[in-house]
């Protein structure tokens, strides 16, 4: 497989809509004993491995937040209720809980692009009429602590990272094995069945 380069980072995730992957990075070259750093986009079809989707998937939590769809989180968590109240509010924690699932549920991760030490998650929401609606974060600082996820995201980005290193140059892509129903059969059975 090929060699990483020195000074890999990625700087652009995008799941291409009729499936595939880009990935853009920066890294260095020298050139006559100087460093200077080189900017490479790579598309390919390949669809990624369950990891990056999985990865990709992750960031909608973070599109969730900025856009305060989970903000009514904030009532389900209220610990300041008395007994009378806890019944008809276990009532109201299940269908919050309910509501939250669903606006998940209708948020996809279509990638993310990083510069100057933050990054801007990018995606959709599905609406009525099967509608969607661009979603885009404002540029996150990952080095500061406006949102209060900044650590944790940090982290996913990592992974998301680590993915397109492992696409890119170790050929991690979906598995294409596709299981046909006689194929779990054990070959004693099918030997079994011919001379029949």
């Known amino acids: 497989m090929g060699k990483v380069p020195d000074g890999f980072t990625v700087t652009n995730v995008k799941l291409m809509k009729k499936g595939g992957l880009a990935v853009d990075f920066t890294h260095e070259e020298k050139e006559k004993s100087v460093i200077h750093e080189e900017v490479t986009g790579r598309k ?18 973070y599109l969730a937040v900025v856009y305060n769809m989970t903000t009514i989180n904030v009532v389900r968590e209220a610990k300041e209720l008395d007994s009378k109240e806890k019944t008809g509010f276990a009532a109201a924690k299940k269908s919050i809980d309910s509501m939250v699932k669903a606006t998940m549920n209708n948020i996809s ?12 998650i990018k ?6 009429g099967n509608k969607k609606l661009p979603l885009k974060t404002p540029h996150i600082k990952l080095d500061q602590n406006i949102w209060g996820f900044e650590d944790k995201l940090q982290g996913d980005i990592h992974k998301i990272e680590k993915e397109a290193e492992l696409f890119l140059y170790e050929r991690k892509a979906a598995d294409l094995e596709i299981a046909f129903p006689d194929q779990d059969e054990p070959k004693e059975e099918k030997q079994k069945e011919k001379a029949a």
């Open 44 to 61: 390919s079809p390949r669809n990624p491995h369950q990891d990056m989707l999985k990865a990709l998937k992750a960031l909608k939590e």
């Open 109 to 120: 991760v279509e990638g993310y692009e990083a510069s100057s030490g933050g990054i801007v």
């Open 123 to 128: 995606g959709e929401l599905k609406v009525a």
